[in-house]
């Protein structure tokens, strides 16, 4: 992910410079966060969703017009501790397994809920069946666009 958004980046630099600033320092967060505040066990909830928010911000921005992206973070008590970065692979795989069949456009929905100390996490996405059945080598004419891989994580006890 790192690559194409520095990618991205570079190519929004010929074409759209503030948008390519923008993107920029929401990058910088992304790498800030990462580097200085994940070498602890636990992390306070409000910044590990901040940084999501981050990396959904930049993603929606990498896609542009081509992919639906809805969030809902709903977070009563930004206090509690998580293990940090927990929560990203569920996040970049849904953005990279995302339908990208020629007409079809995809989705990516996430929701984000703490409460009474329970953290819900429900991430969807629109995907191909086609990416599910590449390594198996069957012919990719047979396949057809299939909404929706849901992913849903319970995480109970949050310090």
């Given at each position: ?29 992304i790498l800030r966060y990462q580097l200085y505040h994940c070498s602890q066990n636990l992390v ?56 990208r069949l020629p007409g079809h456009k995809g989705y990516v929905k996430i929701s984000c809920m ?7 996490f429900y991430v969807e996405n629109c995907y191909s069946e086609l990416a599910l059945h590449k ?25």
């Amino acid at each position: 992910m790192v690559f194409n958004i520095l990618n991205h980046i570079h190519i929004l630099m010929k074409t759209d410079t503030q948008l390519a600033d923008y993107l920029l320092l929401k990058f910088s967060d992304i790498l800030r966060y990462q580097l200085y505040h994940c070498s602890q066990n636990l992390v306070p909830l409000g910044q590990d969703i901040d940084h999501l928010q981050n990396l959904v911000e930049v993603e929606k921005l990498r896609w542009g017009n081509e992919l639906e992206v809805s969030a809902d973070w709903n977070i009563g008590n930004k206090r509690l501790s998580i293990a940090p970065l927990l929560l990203v692979p569920f996040i970049e795989n849904a953005f990279k397994y995302v339908c990208r069949l020629p007409g079809h456009k995809g989705y990516v929905k996430i929701s984000c809920m703490e409460k009474d100390r329970f953290l819900f996490f429900y991430v969807e996405n629109c995907y191909s069946e086609l990416a599910l059945h590449k390594k198996e080598r069957r012919r990719w004419w047979n396949r057809s666009a299939q909404c929706t891989k849901t992913f849903k994580i319970t995480v109970s006890g949050c310090s």
